[in-house]
């Protein structure tokens, strides 16, 4: 994956409390500046993920208006396990 460079400034405290938590994770600044902005954008399809909750309703099983909750906690550990 070609990255590209940019450059971003930060106030002081902003810098210090990621780099900290770059640290605590054992990744650089710039990986979790990455990582932070994947999560961002994956919010901003939030569309799409309602309509695939909503869609739940099509799935045929009749007991998702009881199960519904358990559908989507699988539907969310599904997505995840695919990152």
């Known amino acids: 994956m070609a990255l590209k460079r940019t450059q971003v400034y930060l ?3 902003q810098h210090r409390l990621l780099k900290r938590e770059a640290e605590a994770k054992g990744i ?3 990986e979790l ?3 932070l902005a994947r999560d961002y954008l994956r919010k901003e399809t939030s ?3 309602f ?3 909503v869609g ?3 799935s045929g ?4 208006a009881e199960e519904h909750d358990r559908y989507i906690s699988e ?3 599904r997505d995840e396990n695919l990152r």
């Open 75 to 77: 539907a969310i550990s």
């Open 56 to 58: 739940l309703g099509k």
């Open 61 to 64: 099983s009749s007991d998702a």
């Open 33 to 35: 500046l990455r990582r």
């Open 11 to 13: 106030e002081p405290e």
């Open 51 to 53: 309509f695939r909750i």
């Open 28 to 30: 650089s600044l710039a």
């Open 47 to 49: 569309r799409e993920d």
